[in-house]
C-alpha cells in the first residue's frame, strides 16, 4: 500500500514540474498551465493528508483551490487575451512597459 | 500499489510533456491527461467527490476555457530562436537561474521528505461522504464558503471588463465577428 | 459466477447502445417523414428496417480523407475521444431492479454496469468531457467551418452545462442520494394511489430545464449550432469522411440516449410502472426511453435554429436564472417539509 510519504513526494516532483515550466517556459498560456500543475501538486498533498488524519478538511481546502484555480484561470486568461491584442505576442518578456 | 505507481506515472509524464510540448493545444490536452491521473489517485485516496470534482471543473471547464483562448489566439507557438533558448542548459543566464532554482526545490522537497520518510499506512477512518464534507463546508467553513462566492463574482466581472474590446467604431470587418466578451464569459461558472 | 454476469452485462449494454444508435436512425428518419408526410426509408428490407445496415455499410466503404493541413493525430484522436465519451457515460446508468437472471445467479444482479456512490456526478463529469471531441475535431481540422463550429460547440456546452447541472443538483436534494439507482428507488409506489410519485411531478421546471439542457448538450435541432448546414456546411465534421464520421454520428446517437436514461432515472422512476412485475421493470424502462427519445425527434423537426445570439441570451438570462430560482425552491421545499 502507498504511505502518505509516498504521495508527497509525487507531489513534490508535480510541483517541481510547474516551477521549471514557469521559470523555462517563454509563453504566457504555458506559465498559467504550468501554476495549474502546480496548484494540483499542492490538491493532491491536501487530499493526501485529510486521508492520513481521517479528517474531511484537507478535501474542502481542496475545493476552495479549485475556486481559486477557476478565478485564476478566467482572469489570467482574460489579461492574456487583451496582452495578445495589445502586442500580438505571448512572450512575457515583450510586456515590459512598466520596467525603468 | 500497482494501481498508485500506474496513476503517478501518468501524471508526471503527462506533466513533464506538458512543459516539454511547442504546441499549446498538446499542452492543454496533455495537462487533461495528468489530471485524469490525479482524479485517479484521489479515488485511491478514498475522496471519489474530490476525484469527480477535479474532472468536472478541471478538465471540464478551466481546461476548455485554456483550450478556447489558445484556439482563439490560433495557438502562437513560441518564436523558434526563443525556443532553442527554452532548452535546458542552453538558456539564458535569468532563464538557467530559474532552472537551477526548479532543480534546487525538488532536490529540498526530496530531500526533507526522505528524512521523514514514513512507512506506516493510512489508518482507517477516511471521510468519503459527500454529506459529511457538505455539512462541514456550510457550517464549519460558511465564511470561507461565501468569500470564495464573492471571489467568483469579482473575477467574473473583472475578466469580462479584461477581455472586451475598447467601444471604437467599428471597422466593418469585426461586426461579423462574435465579441470577444461573448467568449470567453461563458467559461467563469 | 457473479463476475462472468458482469462482463455479461457490459457487452450487452455496449452492443445494445450500438443498436440503439441504430434504432435511433431508422426511428428519426421515419418519424421525420411521417411529421413531413412522407413515407422515409422503405426499400431496404420490410418496411425499410435494414436502413441502418445499409448506411453502416456505405459508410464503411468510403475512402477516408484527411485535410492535407489537418493535425494527423488529433483529427484521428476527436471522434474516438467523442464515441468513447458517449459509451462512458452509460456505465452508471441502472436500467432495471436487481435481478438473479430466472434464478440462474446466487446473488442479484444490479442491471447497471458500474454502481458507483456518486453516480449521477460521474454522468456530468464524462458529459462534460464529451465537449473536447467536438472542440478537438474543429480545431484539427484546419478549416474555417470545423473551426467555428468547434468553438460554437465549447460555448454552447459549457453555458448549457451549468443549467444541466443545476437541474440535476434538484434532483439530487429531493432523491437525497447521488446514487442513481437510490434515486430511481426513491420514485417507487403513487400518491393517492395513482398518481407515480416521480420527481416529474415535484420538479416539473426541472425536468424541462434538464430536456432543453440536454438538447443543447447533444448539439440537437433547434440547438445545432455547432453543426448548423445552412452556415457552416457541417460545422466540426466537415472534413471528416468514412468511419471517423460515422463514429461522432454513433456518438450523437448515444449521448442522446444516454440523456434520455438519466432523465428517465432522475424524473421519470426509471423502472418502476404499474402492472408489470418488477423483474419486467426494464420494459418500462425501455418505454420511458423510448417517449423522451421520441420527444428529441418531434422537436428537432417541429422547432427551426435559433440564432447564435439568441441561443446565448437564453441560456445565460432565461434557463439559468429559472435553475438557480428552481434551485432554491426546492431547497427550501426540502428543508420544510421533508420530502
Redesign the interface.
Known sequence: MPTLSHYLMLSAVLFGIGTAGVFLRRNVIMILLSIEIMLNAVNLTFVAFGRALGSGDGQIIVFFVMTVAAAEAAVGLAIVIALYRHRESLNPDTFTMLKW | ?TQ?YLF?TV??AA??L??AQRN??Y???L??V??GA?SG??V???????A???????????M??????????NA?Q??TE?DA??H?GR?SDP?RF??L???A??AE??WA?TR????????????SS?A??GR??FTD?AF?FEV?SV??L???V??????R?EDRPREPMESGE?Q?E???????? | MLLVAQIGLTLFVFVMLLNSAAAMVYGERKVAALLQQRLGPYLVGPKGLLQPLADVVKLMFKEELRPAAADPWLFALAPVISATAAFAAFAVVPFGADTTLFGLLDEPLRLQVADVNVAVLVVFSIASMSVYGIVLAGWSSNSKYSLLGGLRASAQMISYELSYGLALASVILLGNSLSLADIVNRQAGTWFGFIPRWFLFLQPVGFLIYLTAGIAETNRAPFDFPEAEQELVAGYHTEYSSMSFAMFFLAEYINMVTVSAVATDLFLGGWHGPFLPASLGWIWFLIKVAAILFFYVWMRWTLPRYRYDQLMRFGWKVLLPAAVLNLLATAALVLSFGL
Open positions: 500499489m498508485f503517478g501524471a508526471v506533466s513533464l506538458v512543459i499549446p493545444i499542452s492543454v490536452l495537462l487533461i495528468s489530471f490525479l489517485l484521489y485511491l485516496l478514498d475522496a471519489p467527490f474530490v469527480v470534482a477535479q474532472i468536472i471543473v478541471y478538465a471540464g471547464a478551466i476548455v476555457l485554456f483550450l478556447f483562448v489558445v484556439m482563439l489566439l502562437p513560441e518564436e526563443r533558448r527554452a535546458l538558456g532563464m530559474g532552472a532554482l526548479a532543480l526545490l525538488v522537497l526530496a521528505l521523514g520518510w514514513e512507512s506506516g499506512r493510512f489508518g482507517r477512518g477516511a471521510v459527500v459529511a464534507l462541514s463546508l467553513y470561507q470564495t471571489l467568483i469579482v473575477a467574473m473583472g475578466a469580462v471588463v479584461l477581455a474590446r462574435t470577444p461573448d467568449r470567453v464569459a461563458p467559461g467563469e461558472e
